[in-house]
């Protein structure tokens, strides 16, 4: 196995993520600007103390209405204080109402969208008709009646503000994981191992980040001008002053002192404009889109072939097998309340150290039986089978989350797409070493070194190098290799590979075939691969399973199937695979030293 040619590209990905977004922002005049202005306020609420030049609530009869004058530079309000140090520590409580309002609408909000988007059946449906019966309730009504009950307790009514602002940030959170959660970096997470909770923690919060920034600017906005409103129709007065009581106060001598209506309502304008311009030209920035759910073809995994002659019988025991399946059924929900059964009845087995193909038509039943193995069917699905062997263990009754302990460790997954089952948010390193930390329990340094070790083994050149880079820096072909170099990390007994070459240029595809092969006899893996080409079996297999509606049509050596295969429907697909020649044919030039063409860098 050579190393591939194919470099990284040293561009762009070297600079920060994050830092980059941050610079892009302040490059935007609007964002520069709203930025600083709402610097400047918060840097006025909290050195009120130090920037009031009067006590605000002092009154001074004599200050009454008084026009501005070098000693009250905004003059004095209908009671006789200085309108300058109310603004001031105005500013200071207006934030801090915006605060708890905006804290606790993402307290209650942003975890009840993350489990409900992640985990969809019943807490979706429960957590999106409590978000719609929240919006359904008449929240002035109750705010006055938790104001009458807490005596006007500011802190506690801008808290219940914020439960009711909570259904912006569930709604927000809640569609952003349904458009990642079926993304294939979150399923290859998944099949490494890793348990719902890091999943959400590390890969799909990551997600959620950007929009509820950009939520939580909007919403800060709001809820200043809700505090405003209330505090203008006299309900939450702070024991400090806030903007929405002196707009109050101003409105009722507008006619005669309009000033000190303008102070506040400025100040509050501005404030709200400079959140609204920061929230959408933060947006613009990182491009936050309302999320499409984009649903991954799922002729993903593939499964174990049958252990068995041509007529299906299995020939091995249960517990020497890699993977033994025994009238494996799956059925889905319909509409009608009925049952579709898609997969009707099939046995496969795979010998430790046996390369099988899974091949068949598309919606033949070849990603059920493969889902059905990892226990990762979509949901409405459900297997049953009399027995699932895995690593010598009949897994058929164990809880799911025993089952999902199995991959990682038993059972490795290479995806189709590499670049989708890459994470975009985290470096190369980051994601072989996150499953080996928390999957397999090494240290830091251990899962560090065995990512190189893996890295190499796959033929990256320079590993330390593509450890830093994030997805976006490698070809098709690395991506793969690394994916390769993550599934095989975990030194499982069976690796199940779906449709491994499709994505990748003709030439890539011969190599990576090839390193396959290679991992398989060194590793000593079973390995299962899904493919639609023939080509690809001839390569690399050992058996082969032909699947058609639900069954197996045929299973047998290789050899024999090629040489003389028992269905018309196995004679179909051979000629229909190999008719264009362009799989062995180009695959096998391309193998071939002397006419290998240059991969591009
Ligand atoms: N979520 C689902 N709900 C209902 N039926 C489904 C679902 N997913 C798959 N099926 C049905 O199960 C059958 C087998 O699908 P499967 O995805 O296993 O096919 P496949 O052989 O992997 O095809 P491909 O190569 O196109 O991926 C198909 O008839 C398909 O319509």
């Given at each position: 196995m050579t190393a591939t040619e194919v470099l990284i590209d040293?561009?762009?990905?070297?600079?920060p993520r994050r830092g980059s977004t941050f610079t892009r922002f302040l490059k935007r005049p609007a964002g520069a600007v709203s930025l600083g202005v709402l610097v400047i306020v918060v840097l006025v609420a909290v050195l009120a103390p130090l920037l009031s030049p009067h006590d605000p609530n002092f009154v001074d009869l004599a200050l009454t209405k008084a026009p501005p004058s070098p000693a009250h530079p905004l003059g004095g309000d209908s009671a006789g204080r200085d309108v300058l140090s109310r603004l001031i520590w105005g500013t200071q409580s207006t934030l801090w109402g915006a605060f708890v309002t905006i804290v606790v609408a993402m307290l209650v909000g942003v975890p009840a969208g993350l489990a409900a988007g992640y985990y969809g059946r019943t807490f979706d449906r429960t957590a999106t008709w409590v978000s719609d019966a929240l919006q359904a309730v008449p929240g002035m009504i109750i705010l006055l009646i938790v104001a009458a009950g807490t005596r006007n307790d500011f802190t506690v009514l801008m808290a219940t503000l914020g439960v009711f602002m909570a259904p912006g940030y569930f709604r927000l959170t809640r569609s952003t994981v349904l458009a990642v959660r079926n993304e294939p970096y979150v399923d290859a997470a998944r099949v490494s191992g890793l348990g719902d909770a890091r999943i959400l923690s590390k890969h799909i919060v990551k997600a959620v980040y950007a929009p509820v920034i950009i939520q939580t600017a909007l919403t800060a906005g709001l809820a200043m001008g809700m505090q405003a409103g209330l505090q203008f129709l006299g309900i939450g007065g702070a024991k400090t002053p806030g903007w929405g009581a002196m707009m109050n106060e101003g409105f009722r001598t507008m006619l005669t002192t309009p000033l000190l209506l303008l102070w506040p309502s400025l100040a509050l304008g501005i404030t709200i404009a400079a959140l609204a311009v920061l929230g959408s030209t933060l947006a613009d920035v990182v491009s936050v889109k309302t999320p499409v759910h984009r649903r991954r073809k799922r002729s993903a995994l593939r499964e174990p072939a049958a252990v068995t002659t041509s007529t299906g019988a299995i020939a091995h025991k249960s517990a020497d097998s890699a993977v033994q399946l025994k009238n494996l059924r799956v059925n889905y929900a319909t509409a009608d309340g009925g049952e579709l059964e898609v997969v009707h009845g099939i046995d496969l087995d795979v010998a430790p150290g046996e390369v099988l193909g899974i091949v068949g038509e598309s919606g033949s039943g070849k990603s059920q039986t493969v889902f059905s193995i990892l226990d990762l069917?979509?949901?409405g699905g459900a297997c049953a089978a009399d027995a699932i062997w895995i690593g010598g263990r009949?897994?058929?009754?164990?809880p799911h989350a025993e089952r999902q302990r199995l991959l990682g460790h038993e059972i490795g997954y290479i995806p189709q797409e590499p670049m989708s089952n890459l994470d975009p948010s985290f470096t190369i390193g980051h994601q072989l070493i996150e499953p080996l930390r928390a999957v397999h329990k090494l240290s830091k340094a251990d899962a560090r070194r065995r990512a190189l070790g893996v890295l190499e083994r796959v033929g990256i050149v320079d590993p330390p190098r593509v450890m830093k880079s994030y997805p976006h820096q490698l070809s098709g072909g690395m991506a793969q290799r690394v994916l390769i170099a993550g599934a095989i990390a975990g030194k499982p007994s069976v690796l199940v590979a779906d449709e491994p070459t499709t994505a990748l240029d003709v030439t890539v595809q011969a190599e990576v075939l090839e390193l396959l092969r290679e991992l398989q006899r060194e590793y000593r893996m079973a390995l299962v691969i899904v493919t639609h080409n023939f080509g690809v079996v001839a390569d690399i297999c050992d058996r082969v399973a032909v699947m058609r509606g639900g069954e197996i049509v045929e299973v047998g050596e290789v050899d024999r199937i090629f040489a003389s295969p028992a269905s018309a429907y196995t004679r179909e697909l051979i000629a229909a695979s190999l008719d264009g020649a362009e799989s062995r044919s180009e695959l096998d030039a391309a193998h071939d030293p002397e006419t290998r063409k240059a991969v591009p860098a």
């Open positions: 040293p561009g762009p990905a070297a600079a069917l979509p949901a009949d897994v058929t009754k164990l």
